[in-house]
Structure formats: C-alpha cells, structure tokens
C-alpha cells in the first residue's frame, strides 16, 4: 500500500529555517513525481513545489522561490523540503503528495495519493 508520511513541522521564529521529511512507503520514491503543497487554515492548499521523477527537474511557486528547496535520497525513500527564511503566515500545513506522472503537471488534481501532513507555525 502506498503511504507517504511527513515530519519535521513544529514552530519556528521568523527568518528561521526547518527541514520537513516525506518518507514513502509502498512505493519508490524517485519513480513518482512528487509535490509539496500547504494550506493555511480558511484557504485552499496550494502548490508550492514539485519534483518529476523523469529526470529530478525542481518547480518552485514564485512565493517560495529562493527560499525553499527539494531533495530526494533514494537510499532512504524520502524526500526533504527545506526551509529558509519563513515567514509568519499563520499555521499552515505542509503536505507532500504522489503523482504517477513522470512529469510535474501544474495541476494538484493529478496527485492521488497524500500524506496527512505536517504544521508549520512561524511566530516569535
């Protein structure tokens, strides 16, 4: 069965940096393209990153870019999202998600399988 797990949230002062973990299960990672998306609460969940699983192309939303970065150890099936300079954006909750395309497609529908995700809180 298909599982993925994220870890790593917890508070953080603004300006600082965390390190979340999506580890799979069930499944290789690198055979899946896979996104990271957050959602504050009384928003919808956006995208904020992707990385395919054709050839490790990183995407990144523009509110992100710069400041956050994907990684992938195969060895140990799981994905990191590293975080620098965070902002206090209430408390959001960091998920990662699996797509079978070997592509980043844009498009959140296209990712079918979630973590139950991981919060963030910046505040000082």
């Known amino acids: 069965q298909l599982q993925l797990v994220e870890s790593g949230g917890g508070l953080v002062q603004p300006g600082g940096s965390l390190r979340l973990s999506c580890a799979a299960s069930?499944?290789?990672?690198?055979?899946?393209?896979i996104g990271w998306f957050r959602q504050a609460p009384g928003k919808e969940r956006e995208g904020i990153s992707c990385?395919?699983?054709?050839?490790?192309?990183?995407y990144y939303a523009d509110s992100v870019k710069g400041r956050f970065t994907v990684s992938r150890d195969n060895a140990k099936n799981t994905l990191y999202r590293q975080m620098h300079s965070l902002r206090p954006e209430g408390t959001p909750v960091y998920y990662c998600?699996?797509?079978?395309?070997?592509?980043?497609?844009?498009?959140?529908?296209?990712?079918?399988?979630w973590g139950q995700g991981t919060q963030v809180t910046v505040s000082s």
């Open positions: 069930g499944f290789t990672l690198d055979a899946y393209s």
């Open positions: 998600a699996a797509d079978t395309h070997t592509y980043c497609t844009g498009y959140k529908s296209t990712f079918g399988s």
């Open positions: 990385i395919s699983s054709r050839d490790g192309n990183t």
